[in-house]
C-alpha cells in the first residue's frame, strides 16, 4: 500500500498549496485534498501517517469528517492536527473528545505560524 | 407589492465581515512567510507582518463584538496578571523591535478576576496604539520606551498601566469615548493613530471586570486598565 507523510485537508487551494510548499521544503511528502471526499479519495490512493484540518468545510463539519474517517479500520490511529480559522474555544467540544478522535494538536491560523505548523507536523511524524 | 426585505443589523453584517477577512489575510501572511522562507527577502518580513497585524485587529474586534453586540457575558476566572502580561510582550516584541521600541517591565504578579482572552486582546490593543503613538516622537538615542506596569492599587483593584510618549489626558479619553465610531478621526493632534485600538480596549475593559483610564509616570503617558483583585476564600 502507498503511503504519504501528511494528507492536507483545507478547502482554500492557495492556502493548501502554501502549506504544501513548506512540507515539501523539509522533505515532508504530501498530498492535497480540497473536499471531505477528495480526502477520502486521496487516502484510499496513499495512506497518510498524519493529517492536518481544516475544520470549517463547505458541505461537511470537519469533525463529522473525522468520525467518519476514524470508521475505517486503517486510519483508525493516523494523528490530525487541526488548523483552523476557528479557535479552540470557538469549537466549543470537550477535550476528552478531541483526544479521542486522535487529535494531537488545535491551532488556529491567524496566529499560527507556517514554521509552527511545519514544526509539529515534523515532530509528530518521527 | 413590494415585499419588506429584512437587511442584517449593521453590527451583525460587521462581524461577518470580520470573519470573511480572516481568510485572505491568513493566505496573505503565510505566503509572505513562504516567500520569506525561500528567498529571504525583507519586503516579504514586512508583508507578513502589516497580514498578521490586520489578522489581529480583526480579532481583536471579534473578541469585543462577542461581549458587546453578541450579549455574551465573557466569563470571568482568577487570572495571574504576570504571566499574562509576560505572554503578551513576548508576542508584541518582535513588532516593537522592528519600530524601535523598548518595552520595560514592573509587573508584580497578582491574581486578578477577568477574562482571559478579553484581557490579553486588550493588552494588545493598549499596546498597539501606545506603540503608534510613541513610534511618532522623538526617540530617545534611537529607541522609544514603552513601560509596562502591574501593581496594586488599594485592597481590591490591580492597575495595570502601558505608558509611552502618548499625549493623552482624562478630557482626551472623555472626548475619544464621545467620538466612539469616528474613528477617522485623530485621538489627538500629536497622535498617528486613529484610536481603534483604544476604543476596542475600552469596550473590552467594561466586559473583562475593568475600567479604562489614563496613567503618567514621569515623562511617559498612556493608559491603565483597572482589574479586580480576585477574593480568594481564606480557610480558617
Redesign the interface.
Same mark, same amino acid.
Given at each position: 500500500m502507498d503511503t504519504v507523510d501528511v494528507l492536507i485537508i483545507e478547502p482554500?487551494k492557495? /492556502?493548501s498549496l502554501?502549506?504544501s !510548499?513548506?512540507l515539501t521544503?523539509k522533505e515532508i511528502s504530501n498530498s492535497i485534498a480540497n473536499s471531505a471526499q477528495a480526502a477520502i479519495s486521496q487516502a484510499d490512493v496513499a495512506t497518510p501517517r498524519l493529517i492536518i484540518l481544516e475544520i470549517l468545510m463547505p458541505k461537511h463539519n470537519g469533525l463529522e469528517f473525522v468520525y467518519e474517517f476514524r470508521s475505517y479500520e486503517e486510519w483508525l490511529n493516523i494523528p490530525i492536527i487541526v488548523y483552523s !480559522?476557528i479557535s479552540k $474555544?470557538e469549537l466549543d467540544a470537550p477535550s476528552e473528545l478531541i483526544e479521542e478522535i486522535g487529535v494531537k494538536k488545535h491551532f488556529y $491560523?491567524?496566529?499560527t505560524? /507556517? !514554521?509552527q505548523l511545519v514544526d509539529c507536523a515534523e515532530e509528530l511524524l518521527v | 407589492m413590494v415585499e419588506s426585505v429584512n437587511h442584517p443589523a449593521p453590527d451583525q453584517l460587521l462581524k461577518s465581515l470580520a470573519k470573511e477577512l480572516k481568510n485572505p489575510l491568513t493566505l496573505i501572511a503565510r505566503q509572505a512567510e513562504l516567500e520569506a522562507m525561500q528567498s529571504d527577502e525583507k519586503a516579504f518580513d514586512s508583508i507578513r507582518q502589516a497580514a498578521e497585524h490586520s489578522l489581529k485587529l480583526v480579532d481583536s474586534y471579534l473578541v469585543m463584538a462577542q461581549s458587546e453586540y453578541g450579549q455574551v457575558q465573557l466569563p470571568l476566572e482568577n487570572i495571574g496578571v504576570g504571566s499574562l502580561i509576560y505572554d503578551v510582550v513576548q508576542e508584541i516584541n518582535p513588532y516593537a523591535k522592528q519600530h524601535k521600541i523598548l518595552i520595560e517591565s514592573d509587573v508584580q504578579e497578582h491574581l486578578v478576576m477577568t477574562h482571559s482572552l478579553g484581557l490579553r486582546t486588550a493588552l494588545w490593543c493598549l499596546f498597539k496604539f501606545v506603540f503608534d503613538s510613541s513610534a511618532a516622537s522623538e526617540k530617545d538615542h534611537g529607541h522609544s520606551r514603552v513601560l509596562i506596569r502591574a501593581k496594586k492599587h488599594g485592597k481590591e483593584q490591580v492597575n495595570v498601566s502601558i505608558m509611552g510618549n502618548v499625549n493623552i489626558s482624562a478630557s482626551d479619553l472623555t472626548l475619544a469615548r464621545k467620538m466612539q465610531g469616528k474613528s477617522h478621526l485623530a485621538l489627538s493632534v500629536h497622535s498617528q493613530t486613529s484610536g481603534v485600538q483604544m476604543a476596542i480596549a475600552d469596550i473590552l475593559a467594561s466586559s473583562i471586570g475593568g475600567g479604562l483610564g489614563v496613567a503618567k509616570s514621569g515623562q511617559l503617558r498612556g493608559l491603565s486598565l483597572s482589574l479586580p483583585k480576585s477574593q480568594q476564600l481564606q480557610l480558617v
Open positions: 482554500s492557495d /492556502l502554501v502549506i !510548499q513548506a521544503r !480559522q $474555544k $491560523k491567524p496566529t505560524s /507556517l !514554521q | -
